[in-house]
């Protein structure tokens, strides 16, 4: 019990003297660029209403699935140690397979095409 507690005083005080020197440490020169809402070099003069493609975020949700997909079978070269490894195979082929035929889908309708 004297250890947790000793360790929640010391990760506190810590977080609080860290803290503390940000704040007195820390030098704020305000000026026009850093006060401006876009920091990125051009002039808020037009909309920021833009219209965008869609496509960005479909080809953002293709790449999430296949990071997906590469992460859930990462651990697939241990699976041959396991008491039915045909079985371990025979599923992962068939996520590979569904994915695969997913991707040529949507190839195949332009899905991936930037340009119309």
Do not use: H
Not at 27 to 32: E, L
Not at 35 to 59: H, M, N, Q, W
Not at 68 to 76: Q, T, V
């Amino acid at each position: 019990m004297n250890m947790i507690l000793f360790m929640l005083t010391m990760s506190s005080s810590l977080s609080i003297i860290l803290t503390l020197l940000n704040f007195w440490l820390a030098q704020t020169n305000p000026n026009s660029e850093k006060l401006s809402p876009y920091e990125c070099g051009f002039d808020p003069l037009g909309s920021a209403r833009l219209p965008f493609s869609i496509r960005f975020f479909l080809v953002a949700i293709l790449f999430l699935l296949f990071d997906l997909e590469i992460a859930l079978l990462l651990p697939l070269p241990w699976a041959t140690q396991l008491q039915s490894p045909l079985t371990t195979l025979t599923w992962s082929s068939t996520i590979i397979l569904l994915l695969t035929l997913g991707l040529v889908y949507e190839w195949t309708q332009g899905g991936l095409e930037w340009a119309e």
